[in-house]
C-alpha cells in the first residue's frame, strides 16, 4: 500500500532515467572537454560527416540486388549445418546409474578407485604422523 506522499514506481524510474541521462551528458562534456585538449577533433569538429541514412539507403539498395552468398553455397552451408545438428544430438540418452551420475561419472570412479587407494595407503600415514606430532608439539609449547 502506498501512501499519498509517496511517489509511485513510474515516478522514481523515470528520476533515475534522468539522473543517469543527465550523468552520461555531463560525462560527454568531460570527454569532449578533453579530446578537445588532446588535439582530437570531434564528429561535430568534423566537416564530412557521413549520414547514418543515406548509408542505410545504399545497403538496403544493394541487399535488393543481389544476395550476400550465391545460392549454391548457401544450400551447401544449410547441409553442413543440419549434418553437424544431427551429429551433435546424442544417439540415445545417458544412462543413470545413480541418482544424478551418469555412466561416463560412475567409469571414471571406478578407475580412480584403486590409484587413490594406493596414494592413500603411501601418504597418509606420513600426512597423519606429521600433523599429530605438529598439534602436541602447540600444545605441549603452550602449557611449557
Do not use: H
Not at 561535430?44 to 539507403?57: G, K, N, Q, S
Not at 544424478?100 to 571414471?108: K, P, R
Amino acid at each position: 500500500m502506498r501512501q499519498a506522499s509517496e511517489p509511485s514506481v513510474e515516478e522514481i524510474l523515470d528520476s533515475i532515467k534522468k539522473v543517469i541521462a543527465r550523468d552520461n551528458r555531463a560525462d560527454a562534456a568531460i570527454e569532449r572537454k578533453e579530446r578537445e585538449q588532446r588535439g582530437i577533433k570531434t564528429a561535430e569538429a568534423v566537416e564530412d560527416v557521413f549520414e547514418l541514412d543515406a548509408a542505410a539507403e545504399l545497403v538496403d539498395d544493394e541487399a535488393e540486388e543481389a544476395p550476400l552468398l550465391p545460392e549454391n553455397t548457401a544450400s551447401s552451408m544449410r547441409e553442413s549445418l543440419a549434418a553437424l545438428a544431427m551429429l551433435a544430438e546424442p544417439g540415445a540418452a545417458p544412462q543413470i546409474v545413480r541418482s544424478g551420475e551418469t555412466s561416463l561419472e560412475g567409469l571414471t570412479r571406478e578407475l580412480l578407485r584403486p590409484a587413490l587407494a594406493e596414494w592413500l595407503d603411501k601418504n597418509l600415514p606420513p600426512l597423519v604422523e606429521r600433523m599429530v606430532a605438529a598439534e602436541i608439539a602447540r600444545i605441549v609449547g603452550k602449557k611449557g
